[in-house]
T-cell receptor, first 115, second 111 residues
Framework: EAQVTQNPRYLITVTGKKLTVTCSQN?????MSWYRQDPGLGLRQIYY???????DKGDVPEGYKVSRKEKRNFPLILESPSPNQTSLYFC??????????????FGPGTRLTVT | GEDVEQSLFLSVREGDSSVINCTYT??????LYWYKQEPGAGLQLLTY?????DMKQDQRLTVLLNKKDKHLSLRIADTQTGDSAIYFC???????????FGAGTRLTVKP
């Protein structure tokens, strides 16, 4: 089954404790992206990646890191989480370039609470 | 930065048509999208339109694009209670391939 998986689905942590949210897709998509969803603000793009070893900042990259060592995985790293990073996070992937129209497939979401 | 704007709420009666509107500001956007989010779920792509088109129809869904006014709309014909959800419009940046979403329109369908 074609899908985007994220882990964990729920996470409660404390300020300053490094964490990683994993994202994996099995569709051989080039484009992968992380978003955060906050009430009244919709989805805001954190980082995106056009392909392996290529990452770019979205609208709200501060406090986050990503890596794209393999095509299928795109982990989101919070080196020192703060309460303002409490949010619902979505990973997404799509075909890119001339073969794709960037229609994104979304993961189920990770609800992160930082106390 | 560039913004994508939508009204936050829309309420219709079952069987009526719903029209959800969106404005965007990046004139170089290549693709525009409509996504649906049901409670507790991720986003699901409903439809998209390439920027050189002005209309796309897919069963009950009709997308209209007015590129001059940077206005995108989604019309749902014969709206059903199962259509109740949050609808997001999104644009793919023409220069940078970043993706920008509106805040979402919560559609409520009353029986």
């Amino acid at each position: 089954e074609a899908q985007v998986t994220q882990n964990p689905r729920y996470l409660i942590t404390v300020t300053g404790k490094k964490l990683t949210v994993t994202c994996s897709q099995n569709m051989n998509h080039e484009y992968m992206s992380w978003y955060r969803q906050d009430p009244g603000l919709g989805l805001r793009q954190i980082y995106y990646s056009m392909n392996v070893e290529v990452t770019d900042k979205g609208d709200v990259p501060e406090g986050y890191k990503v890596s794209r060592k393999e095509k299928r995985n795109f982990p989101l790293i919070l080196e020192s989480p703060s309460p303002n990073q409490t949010s619902l996070y979505f990973c997404a992937s799509s075909l890119a370039g001339v073969l794709g129209s960037y229609e994104q497939y979304f993961g189920p979401g990770t609800r992160l609470t930082v106390t | 930065g560039e913004d994508v704007e939508q009204s936050l709420f829309l309420s219709v009666r079952e069987g009526d048509s719903s029209v959800i509107n969106c404005t965007y500001t990046d004139s170089s956007s290549t693709y525009l999208y409509w996504y649906k989010q049901e409670p507790g779920a991720g986003l699901q792509l409903l439809t998209y339109i390439f920027s050189n088109m002005d209309m796309k129809q897919d069963q009950r869904l009709t997308v209209l694009l007015n590129k001059k006014d940077k206005h995108l709309s989604l019309r749902i014909a014969d709206t059903q209670t199962g259509d109740s959800a949050i609808y997001f419009c999104a644009e793919l940046g023409g220069k940078s391939n970043d993706m920008r979403f509106g805040a979402g329109t919560r559609l409520t369908v009353k029986p």
